[in-house]
């Protein structure tokens, strides 16, 4: 990195849930320090590593959104700044950088995280920061209420959504959700400008273990928040045959699209989509107040479930092959494609857990694999609520009936007929267990070793 004489003391925005210029309360942080702001991201290998798919699409739609950004940026006269590695490795060589070229890091500015992995890397970083008198300021960004602002009245955080919802509305004011003026602003104040510095470029997806995933266009959903849709979420959100979602999980979850224009389109054309957002919210707080619930049971008796976990059935539900339609028809939409509706997330989370007795965490790994809007918080939570383990939960009595919610939310097969074009003949499998049967197995299962409810 070299710099031919910018301003001697800059600000860094690091984005990471917060891929946009606009409405950016991160970016407009460090544009309120007054220096010349540096946009930079990292490609974190800690997380990279464990993806086992040298074509994860979200790798390529992140690579994508920088271009894009970086585009962006160089209407400005500047550019991005990033970097491939461990983060705090990666900072250690960038300070290195800036300190050999004479120029003072003022502040560090993030969107806080709320994930057990991310609070551990921010620890780390405040304190490499703070050695090198650098502040490092975190901002709430990709949520509407974080951490105890929405909490119960002695304090302590909600586990029942319903109470923290209402909690939730009653909290809200024009403040929480207004837009950040972070885009109009990159035309009136100085960006570092790319003349000034040589700087890391966009690695390829090559030189980072990635093949890129082509025909983007057709499986990126638009980040358009459809206002149309959003009148009819709460009559058509339930039937996966229709387009009646808003598709716009992946760039909440990104941070493509800001979560507080997301809420002034729910405000005003749906609560009950306003509704989904604020279980967004919710997810975070638990994540955030109860680290463990990340990979143990969020509820510790539900821990000593004697899962059966067989192989063959796992198998089966992976793939798409259980001879239950609308199970096989969800599986196989999100192999092939990376997105699940969400009435059928519900069904076949419930029969793996439920019907097959596998342990949720198997779910909710291969979930987290394919996942186009992988959210740690959110596949959690509605794994854990499927289960009856999480916060909130279902009970453990409670077991979808997967021919039933087919004939209600699918009348005209379309939605089966669409990923599973052998269903009606004799190609397609016999169910590998009977509902009946199965049910029973899971309640006296599960009561075996809980308590009475």
């Not at 050999?100 to 304190?127: C, F, K, M, N, W």
């Not at 779910?363 to 740690?376: N, S």
């Not at 009606?424 to 009977?434: A, R």
Request: hydrophobic fraction near 40%; proline fraction near 5%.
């Amino acid at each position: 990195m070299t710099f031919s004489a910018p301003a001697s003391s800059i600000s860094i925005h690091w984005i990471r849930r917060d891929m946009r210029m606009e409405d950016n309360r991160t970016l407009l942080s460090a544009m309120q320090t007054n220096k010349p702001v540096l946009v930079a991201f990292i490609f974190d290998q800690n997380i990279l590593s464990q993806l086992d798919n040298p074509e994860d699409r979200r790798v390529t739609f992140i690579h994508q959104e920088l271009a894009k950004l970086q585009q962006q940026l160089e209407k400005f006269g500047s550019t991005l700044h990033v970097g491939y590695g461990e983060p705090e490795a990666v900072w250690r060589q960038w300070l290195r950088d800036f300190e050999q070229a004479g120029i003072h890091i003022d502040s560090v500015h993030v969107g806080r995280d709320y994930e057990p992995y991310a609070q551990t890397r921010d620890r780390a970083l405040a304190s490499l920061f703070e050695q090198h008198g650098i502040g490092f300021k975190g901002v709430k960004d990709h949520v509407i209420f974080e951490k105890s602002q929405v909490t119960k009245d002695d304090g302590l955080p909600y586990t029942v959504f319903t109470p923290y919802s209402k909690k939730w509305r009653k909290a809200l004011t024009p403040h929480d959700y207004a837009a950040a003026d972070s885009l109009d602003r990159c035309s009136k104040q100085t960006l570092v400008q790319r003349d000034h510095l040589s700087t890391g470029a966009l690695p390829t997806l090559a030189s980072m273990g990635f093949r890129p995933v082509e025909r983007a266009h057709e499986w990126i959903p638009d980040k358009t928040i459809q206002r149309q849709i959003l009148k009819s979420y709460g009559d058509k959100r339930d039937f996966p045959a229709v387009a009646g979602t808003s598709r716009l999980s992946l760039h909440l979850r990104f941070g493509t699209v800001s979560i507080r224009e997301a809420l002034r389109a729910g405000l005003q054309h749906s609560e009950k989509w306003t509704t989904e957002l604020i279980w967004r919210d919710f997810y975070q707080s638990i994540i955030y107040h109860f680290p463990h619930s990340a990979t143990d049971s969020f509820r510790p008796a539900y821990d000593a479930i004697p899962w059966d976990n067989n192989e063959a059935h796992f198998a089966a539900w992976c793939e798409g092959r259980t001879g239950y339609p609308l199970v096989d028809a969800g599986m196989r939409e999100l192999v092939q494609t990376g997105f699940m509706h969400n009435r059928v997330r519900m069904v076949v989370a419930s029969f793996l857990c439920k019907h097959l007795l596998t342990d949720w965490r198997w779910g909710e790994r291969f979930f987290a694999r394919h996942l186009l809007d992988f959210d740690l918080a959110s596949n959690a939570g509605g794994w854990q609520w499927a289960a009856g383990s999480g916060c909130d939960a279902a009970p453990y009595f409670r077991v979808f009936n997967p021919t039933a919610q087919f004939d209600k939310f699918d009348k005209d097969k379309a939605y089966v007929r669409k990923w599973v074009p052998e269903y009606g003949t004799s190609q397609y499998p016999e169910p590998i267990v009977d509902h009946a049967t199965a049910r029973i197995r899971a309640i006296e299962t599960y009561k075996s070793v809980l308590k009475p409810v």
